[in-house]
């Protein structure tokens, strides 16, 4: 999937904002002071880790936006597992261009591919077991449709993209309706077609289910629980382990039955990666 291609995400719109934020009112005084107007830079933006990539086309849209002359070559694409050190963009143009743009092009580019290699890790961790990992909506105002994009870079699948396009039913519905059985069937007689519900116990499990529940998160639960629920279950509705996961856990956790395993770190204590860029004159 291209970034051209993300609902909800203007390319253009995102870019003006961010640089704005950036430059104020005065714009960027430094280069305006010691960088000659008519000076060239060529650069090379490059891992210095192993990492997953994300982002690469946003970056490169911070140049364009600045010098719509600027000459950019992608060395490599969004999804691509990279070694140390490998090159991922050469650009040349307008040297005070390239360097008011440079920290908002790394920063997203770091950004997503910190997201996108942790997510690899994880998805790595369960690979053979039949698990599919999920992100979750721990994601950062205003950049959920990125951090989203990274993690479906990393191999993840999407979980909910909001409030709008699914009913989950958590502990705080269930103590207002008074069950889960009852939460559920509030939401089903509402209309809404995907119902997720959370049990925390497997005596939850049936009256979620004879409710009209789509999908069950399965909460906090052991590993001999889990293995538990998901034979109750049955293979009836998709099932989603969701709490404390960790990169040690994660597999026996897979290895219970388990239909997804959902993460909220993925998008929520993800590092950035390490990529920098080195310009010198032209």
Do not use: C
């Not at 990992?133 to 950062?140: A, E, F, I, V, Y």
């Amino acid at each position: 999937m291209a970034i051209a291609d993300l609902a909800g995400f203007e390319l253009d719109h995102f870019v003006a904002a961010v640089l704005a934020e950036d430059l104020g009112e005065a714009g960027d005084i430094t280069s305006a002071a010691v960088i000659p107007a008519d000076a060239i830079f060529e650069g090379l933006m490059a891992s210095r880790d192993a990492i997953t990539l994300a982002g690469l086309d946003i970056a490169a849209a911070f140049f364009r936006r600045l010098d719509p002359d600027v000459m950019i070559e992608l060395l490599a694409a969004d999804g691509t597992h990279l070694a140390a050190g490998s090159p991922v963009m050469r650009l040349r143009g307008k040297a005070r261009a390239m360097l008011t743009a440079e920290r908002s092009a790394l920063n997203i580019v770091q950004h997503l591919s910190g997201i996108a290699t942790l997510t690899r890790t994880y998805v790595d961790r369960i690979a053979g077991t039949g698990a599919t990992l999920l992100d979750t909506r721990k994601t950062l105002p205003g950049l959920r449709v990125l951090e989203k994009y990274a993690t479906r870079m990393g191999g993840a699948t999407n979980h909910r993209m909001g409030l709008w396009d699914a009913a989950m039913i958590k502990d705080n519905h269930v103590a207002v309706a008074g069950s889960v059985g009852e939460a559920v069937r509030r939401a089903r007689d509402a209309g809404i077609a995907r119902i997720i519900a959370e049990v925390d116990t497997i005596d939850q499990v049936e009256p979620a289910l004879a409710a009209g529940a789509t999908h069950l998160l399965l909460d906090n639960m052991t590993p001999a629980v889990l293995r538990g629920a998901v034979t109750l279950v049955g293979g009836r509705v998709p099932t989603e382990a969701s709490g404390g996961v960790t990169l040690e856990t994660i597999r026996a956790i897979a290895e219970t039955g388990v239909t997804y395993i959902s993460v909220g770190r993925l998008t929520q204590s993800a590092p950035a990666a390490d990529i920098g860029l080195d310009f010198r004159t032209s």
